[in-house]
């Protein structure tokens, strides 16, 4: 599975905008990008997920490179529900036949008020 | 309201006195599966199910089963547990595994073993 690299923590002010990024430099032609979150206390949850093309939902924006080599999960005004950490997670969908999510340490994002 | 719900949500227990995390979906979802959290360790998948009656092991598997006679349930056994099965667990589920697919967590079950 190609693995994916997040600083371990950053830090936001409340009301801004947060850019969360993820390296993802040997990443194959069938793997989706999926990002994930964990608030304290609470299961992971689904925040948005991407294949080339930028995505938007209501929870973030999706960017990523154009080589696909790295994304940027884009939190357009944070809130304090929003300090959790942050999982970037390649998915393999052809070959992936488990189902599996490999979460790494993922990127601890704390928002101050 | 579309949820996967897991219970208990916090046990203690001693080491050889078996126990069941029991699991439930209500989303009509085929798959669903199991992972333990540990500190530094991150989520690592016990076991998983495609469907009724089809269960395989992930990357942890020992010191547990599963069953899945039904579709929205899928409890965790732990015979015999032991202090090393001390952890966070999570159970998910995903109407399909699609590239794409979006899996739904559990809140987790905290067990310690003593």
């Known amino acids: 599975d190609a693995k994916t690299t997040q600083p371990n923590s950053m830090e936001s002010n409340e009301e801004e905008p947060v850019h969360l990024p993820c390296n993802h430099s040997?990443?194959?032609?069938?793997?989706?990008i999926h990002w994930y979150r964990q608030l304290p206390s609470q299961g992971p949850e689904y925040v948005i997920h991407?294949?080339?093309s930028n995505v938007n939902n209501r929870m973030a924006s999706l960017a990523i490179a154009e080589d696909r080599k790295s994304s940027t999960l884009i939190l357009h005004r944070a809130t304090l529900r929003d300090a959790a950490v942050y999982y970037c997670?390649?998915?393999?969908?052809?070959?992936?036949?488990?189902?599996?999510?490999?979460f790494g340490q993922g990127t601890t994002l704390q928002v101050k008020p | 309201e579309a949820q996967v719900t897991q219970n208990p949500r916090y046990l203690i227990t001693v080491t050889g006195k078996k126990l069941t995390v029991t699991c439930s979906q209500n989303?009509?979802?085929?798959?669903m599966s199991w992972y333990r959290q540990d500190p530094g360790l991150g989520l690592r998948q016990i076991y998983y199910?495609?469907?009724?009656?089809?269960?395989d092991k992930g990357d942890v598997p020992e010191g547990y089963k599963v069953s899945r006679k039904e579709k929205r349930n899928f409890p965790l056994i732990l015979e015999s547990p032991s202090p090393n099965q001390t952890s966070l667990y999570f159970c998910?589920?995903?109407?399909?595994?699609?590239?794409?697919?979006?899996?739904?967590f559990g809140a987790g079950t905290r067990l310690s073993v003593l």
């Open positions: 998910a589920s995903s109407g399909d595994l699609a590239g794409g697919n979006i899996q739904y």
């Open positions: 040997t990443i194959s032609g069938t793997d989706y």
């Open positions: 991407g294949l080339t």
């Open positions: 997670i390649l998915r393999d969908w052809v070959s992936s036949n488990t189902g599996k999510l490999i």
């Open positions: 989303m009509n979802h085929e798959y």
């Open positions: 199910s495609m469907n009724v009656e089809v269960t």
